[in-house]
């Protein structure tokens, strides 16, 4: 709705993952470098971690963007699952047909297609997304794949995705033989407020128009404050901000205006700054369900604008083109009374001969 307004060619602060608007930031740089040395090495299990929307996920989507054709990916999304549907998952993503098929024969399978892929010069990986979710017997299920190895080759590459519990699951004394077995380990950090202003700035330019607003002093300060540094309540709080201003046909973002936006939708700037668990995830869900009901009445607002000056366009449109009509008739008249003049003055002239 407020592409047009303030120049973009998209929307900036979308909070679907898309690689590119990925922002580099010293964290994410070093996050992404990790994850693709330790694919190219073959180092094994890589545990890679992060707060809830904190970037993990464009970042996995970035690697698999630039994977050499040698590698084979299979990406798990659902971890909600037991050990066996575990395994069907990732055999289904690797293109294996798993249905009606039991633990054994989908080992078998996967054996087998781990060997043929090495023997054609391609390595296998499996990404897990959300694995904090895995049970301790489906994280033991994934170490034990790697047991299906060649004779002098790795044939599986295992990434590990989560927030923050799954590095504390993985401590676990149960979990040490999969622990023994991680040779990378990379948790993503927040934003600092530098980065949270290059952040926002890199998303407004790569969506058609760095310059489409401008920051009031103190602005980005309570940006960072509600977001705690989290790139996608960053995006909640930008998009609402974006609208708002809209809304008000201003171009300029105030703290004052930020502030109000986040009163609106009724959320207190600590609120977000809960670490991981069960409760930061509620009180997480909680913020962007009530950002979304805000967010409709601000676009119902401003459907409303959108009509009232579509109407005006019309009514001056339809003024104009009666003044028009006005003027030309006017031009006539006027016409008209000349031509009577004249018309007049040539028989006043014929009766005095």
């Known amino acids: 709705m407020y592409r047009e307004f303030f120049g973009l060619e998209r929307k900036p602060f979308e909070l679907l993952p898309n690689p590119e608007f990925l922002y580099l930031s010293a964290a994410h740089k070093?996050?992404?470098?990790?994850?693709?040395?330790?694919?190219?090495?073959?180092?094994?299990?890589?545990?890679?971690?992060?707060e809830v929307g904190s970037g993990k996920t464009t970042i996995i989507k970035e690697m698999l963007g630039s994977l050499k054709e040698e590698f084979v990916p299979s990406v798990v999304f659902n971890t909600m699952v037991d050990p066996e549907q575990l395994l069907s998952l990732i055999s289904e993503d690797f293109g294996i047909d798993s249905g009606g098929r039991g633990k054994v024969e989908l080992l078998r399978m996967l054996h087998d297609f781990f060997i043929e892929r090495c023997a054609e010069g391609k390595r296998p990986v499996i990404i897990i997304d959300e694995a904090q979710n895995l049970t301790p017997a489906a994280l033991e299920e994934v170490r034990l794949l790697s047991n299906l190895e060649g004779t002098d080759t790795r044939l599986l590459q295992t990434i590990?995705?989560?927030?923050?519990?799954?590095?504390?699951?993985?401590?676990?004394?149960e979990m040490l033989q999969l622990r023994q077995r991680i040779s990378i380990n990379c948790h993503l950090r927040k934003l600092e407020l530098d980065e949270v202003k290059?952040?926002?700035?890199f998303r407004l330019e790569?969506?058609?128009?760095?310059?489409?607003?401008?920051?009031?002093?103190?602005?980005?300060?309570?940006?960072?404050?509600f977001s705690g540094g989290t790139p996608r309540l960053?995006?909640?709080c930008c998009d609402f901000s974006l609208l708002a201003a809209y809304v008000d046909g201003s171009r300029v973002l105030t703290p004052t205006l930020v502030k109000?936006?986040?009163?609106?939708?009724?959320?207190?700037?600590?609120?977000?700054?809960?670490?991981g668990g069960p409760s930061g995830n509620k009180a997480y869900n909680g913020i962007l369900e009530n950002m979304e009901s805000r967010r409709e009445t601000l676009l119902?607002?401003?459907?409303?604008?959108?009509?009232?000056?579509?109407?005006?366009?019309?009514?001056?449109?339809?003024?104009?083109?009666?003044?028009?009509?006005?003027?030309?008739?006017?031009?006539?008249?006027?016409e008209a009374e000349t031509a009577a003049e004249e018309e007049a003055g040539r028989d006043d002239k014929v009766s005095a001969d």
């Not at 070093?30 to 992060?50: D, M």
């Not at 986040?262 to 670490?275: F, H, K, L, M, V």
């Open 260 to 275: 109000e936006v986040i009163a609106d939708i009724g959320i207190a700037e600590e609120t977000p700054r809960s670490e």
């Open 198 to 201: 290059q952040y926002i700035l």
């Open 30 to 50: 070093k996050a992404l470098n990790y994850l693709r040395y330790g694919i190219q090495e073959g180092t094994g299990f890589i545990l890679f971690t992060g």
């Open 300 to 334: 119902k607002i401003g459907e409303k604008l959108d009509r009232l000056e579509q109407a005006f366009k019309k009514l001056y449109h339809h003024f104009d083109t009666r003044v028009g009509h006005l003027e030309d008739s006017r031009e006539m008249a006027e």
């Open 160 to 173: 590990l995705v989560g927030q923050p519990e799954l590095r504390e699951k993985v401590t676990r004394p």
């Open 234 to 236: 960053i995006n909640v």
């Open 206 to 225: 790569k969506a058609g128009n760095r310059d489409a607003v401008t920051f009031e002093d103190g602005t980005f300060e309570v940006i960072h404050g």
